[in-house]
Every structure is written in structure tokens, then in C-alpha cells.
């Protein structure tokens, strides 16, 4: 096209829609944080249930650490593990649901 000319181009207003197809448990699951990750001496919890179940098993599928914890950010004292990568557990006793996250200690 001759009549084309290259010129700026201004975005006035974009609405972007997108229905939630996530389920209660998978809004949830994705709530939780362990952070800093990777961590050294302590680690933060986030999770939402009123108490949930922690476990920390090495890569070998070994129990290490098992604590209770309520609703919100929880300390999790981690300076005795030896450095490597570990799976936490996080289980919320009432339903069931279990969410794992990878734990690496450095």
C-alpha cells in the first residue's frame, strides 16, 4: 500500500477478561510461600489454613522435621540441616489437601 506511512501508534484503553477456571484447593496451594528460598538458618512459612502440618524429608523420601503451625507466616529453624535440596510438606489436617514445595539449604 502506497498510502501507508509509519507513524506512533497511541493505546487508549485495553480491558483484558478471563474467568477464574481455579479450584478452591488450587487457589489455596498456590497461596502458600517458603521464602527465603533458597535459605540458610530459617525459612518463612506462608499458608492460609488455621493449622497445618510441616514436613521436611530429605531427597531420599526420609522424615527430617515434622512441626505443627497456625494460620499465617511461621518460622521454620533449618541451620542444622546439612546443605542440599529437601521436600516440604505442608498438609492441612481437615481436608487432607497436601501441597509440596522444593527446599533448598545452602
Request: proline share 5%; glycine share 4%; aromatic share 8%.
Amino acid at each position: 500500500d502506497t498510502t501507508f506511512t509509519e507513524s506512533p501508534m497511541i493505546v487508549d484503553y485495553v480491558r483484558v477478561y478471563q474467568s477464574s477456571t481455579l479450584s478452591e484447593e488450587e487457589l489455596e496451594e498456590a497461596s502458600i510461600e517458603i521464602y527465603p528460598n533458597p535459605g540458610n538458618n530459617h525459612i518463612q512459612i506462608r499458608q492460609p489454613w488455621e493449622h497445618a502440618e510441616v514436613q521436611l524429608h530429605d531427597s531420599s523420601g526420609k522424615l527430617i522435621l515434622a512441626k505443627n503451625i497456625s494460620f499465617g507466616n511461621s518460622q521454620l529453624d533449618i541451620s542444622s540441616l546439612a546443605a542440599g535440596t529437601y521436600i516440604c510438606k505442608i498438609t492441612q489436617p481437615e481436608t487432607g489437601l497436601l501441597v509440596e514445595k522444593k527446599l533448598i539449604k545452602y
